[in-house]
């Protein structure tokens, strides 16, 4: 029976927790008159769905209160880098955001390239709250925040999950990357105290294309569910092998960074023959129907066609935490320094009583 890919979605409270393409805010940047929000992420490459998803979600945000009225005589000016999802050109954007006038961020889209950021942005105190990078190390400074799950919860709640349904769990992650290694250590670590449950492990490096052998290993050991903690390009592949080369239909579950990974099946025109199921934690419903859900998904369909993810949902909110701070702390001064403002706001978000 061929299953549909569905959501497994963790609702919480979203945790804040410390430690170019395209621009919008009303044509060009005016310093006297509009706050400077920046951040980078991959707009182009194999993870271009991720980036573009931050940038279109955070122009929603920035158009919607610009719209309004803007905050104290000013508005906001949003320009996004790209960085390809890695740490070099993260850094080089950095600079040039910050030499264009950049004055407060959402850090990176991913954690390798946040993290090199975020080792900016401490030099500059420049505060920033990145929407969706996840390694536990990016928020170490007093500077940066976050809005998405970290790496060590990603782990935890997908062993917790996994261990009440299966007996033997596959895994396949990437060892050279930061996010997907992060996640893997806390599964790892966690889904050991299950005595009952057998795991199978396999790993590769960015930019393998051939999974055949990790998949074989994981057949072979009689794995139920395959967990996938890597990015949705790297799974489509994965997948693919397992159900259209090996003829193998066990279930798959994966983290945020599957993301996309319906869309990517549809396209390759295998979807149909896949039997299991395709999980993957979100902390985002678009079918949600609280107002102010329905509302960023309306606004999003008629400026896009298409519907948010996760990741243009987290955007969104790290831009209004930005706004409430703001309008809490009464900033009025649009030519505020970036340090200054980085101090305002650490005080404002980390205050007891401030919500969004």
Same mark, same amino acid.
């Given at each position: 029976?061929?299953?549909?890919?569905?959501?497994?979605?963790?609702?919480?409270?979203?945790?804040?927790?410390s430690?170019?393409?395209?621009?919008?805010?009303?044509?060009?940047? @005016?310093?006297?008159?509009?706050?400077?929000?920046?951040?980078? #992420?991959?707009?182009?490459?194999?993870?271009?769905?991720?980036?573009?998803s931050?940038?279109?979600?955070?122009?929603?945000?920035?158009?919607?209160?610009?719209?309004?009225?803007?905050?104290?005589?000013?508005?906001?000016?949003?320009?996004?880098?790209?960085?390809?999802?890695?740490a070099?050109?993260?850094? $080089?954007?950095?600079?040039?955001?910050?030499?264009?006038?950049?004055?407060?961020?959402?850090?990176?889209?991913?954690?390798?390239?946040?993290?090199?950021?975020?080792?900016?942005?401490?030099?500059?105190?420049?505060?920033?709250?990145?929407?969706?990078?996840?390694?536990?190390?990016?928020?170490?400074?007093?500077?940066?925040?976050r809005?998405?799950?970290?790496?060590?919860?990603?782990?935890?709640?997908?062993?917790?999950?996994?261990a009440?349904?299966?007996?033997?769990?596959?895994?396949?992650?990437?060892?050279?990357?930061?996010?997907?290694?992060?996640?893997?250590?806390?599964?790892?670590?966690?889904?050991?105290?299950?005595? $009952?449950?057998?795991?199978?492990?396999?790993?590769?490096?960015?930019?393998?294309?051939?999974? $055949?052998?990790?998949?074989?290993?994981?057949?072979?050991?009689?794995?139920?569910?395959?967990?996938?903690?890597?990015?949705y390009t790297?799974?489509?592949?994965?997948?693919? $092998?397992?159900?259209?080369?090996q003829?193998?239909?066990?279930?798959?579950?994966?983290? @945020?960074?599957?993301?996309?990974?319906?869309?990517?099946?549809?396209?390759? #025109?295998?979807?149909?023959?896949?039997?299991?199921?395709?999980?993957?934690?979100?902390?985002?419903?678009?079918?949600?129907?609280?107002?102010?859900?329905?509302?960023?998904?309306? @606004?999003y369909?008629?400026?896009?066609?298409?519907t948010?993810?996760?990741?243009?949902?987290?955007?969104?909110?790290?831009?209004?935490?930005?706004?409430?701070?703001?309008k809490?702390?009464?900033?009025?001064?649009?030519?505020i320094?970036?340090?200054?403002?980085?101090?305002?706001?650490?005080?404002?978000?980390?205050?007891?009583?401030?919500?969004?």
């Amino acid at each position: 029976m061929k299953r549909v890919i569905r959501l497994f979605c963790v609702f919480c409270a979203i945790a804040i927790a410390s430690a170019s393409l395209l621009a919008c805010g009303g044509g060009s940047y @005016d310093p006297d008159t509009m706050i400077f929000i920046g951040a980078t #992420g991959p707009l182009t490459g194999g993870e271009a769905s991720y980036g573009i998803s931050v940038q279109r979600g955070a122009t929603v945000a920035v158009e919607e209160i610009n719209a309004a009225g803007g905050l104290n005589g000013y508005t906001f000016y949003f320009d996004m880098r790209d960085d390809q999802a890695q740490a070099t050109p993260a850094a $080089n954007a950095y600079t040039s955001l910050i030499e264009a006038g950049m004055q407060v961020s959402l850090g990176s889209v991913t954690s390798a390239s946040c993290l090199a950021f975020a080792n900016e942005a401490k030099k500059d105190n420049l505060f920033f709250i990145t929407p969706s990078a996840s390694a536990a190390e990016v928020i170490k400074e007093d500077n940066a925040y976050r809005i998405c799950f970290d790496d060590p919860d990603q782990g935890r709640i997908s062993a917790e999950t996994l261990a009440e349904k299966y007996t033997k769990i596959g895994a396949i992650y990437d060892s050279s990357d930061t996010y997907s290694k992060g996640i893997f250590d806390s599964f790892k670590a966690e889904i050991q105290k299950y005595e $009952n449950v057998t795991l199978t492990e396999a790993s590769f490096v960015e930019g393998a294309v051939d999974f $055949n052998q990790q998949v074989t290993n994981l057949k072979n050991a009689g794995c139920e569910v395959v967990y996938l903690p890597i990015y949705y390009t790297e799974a489509n592949l994965i997948i693919r $092998n397992a159900v259209t080369t090996q003829g193998w239909q066990p279930d798959f579950f994966g983290c @945020d960074g599957l993301d996309g990974l319906k869309a990517l099946i549809e396209q390759n #025109g295998f979807i149909d023959t896949v039997e299991g199921e395709i999980s993957y934690m979100t902390a985002f419903d678009a079918a949600a129907t609280d107002e102010k859900t329905k509302k960023f998904v309306d @606004d999003y369909k008629a400026k896009y066609n298409e519907t948010p993810d996760q990741f243009a949902a987290d955007a969104y909110d790290a831009v209004y935490v930005l706004y409430e701070a703001m309008k809490e702390a009464n900033v009025t001064d649009a030519t505020i320094s970036v340090s200054d403002l980085c101090e305002i706001l650490k005080s404002t978000i980390s205050g007891e009583g401030f919500v969004f």
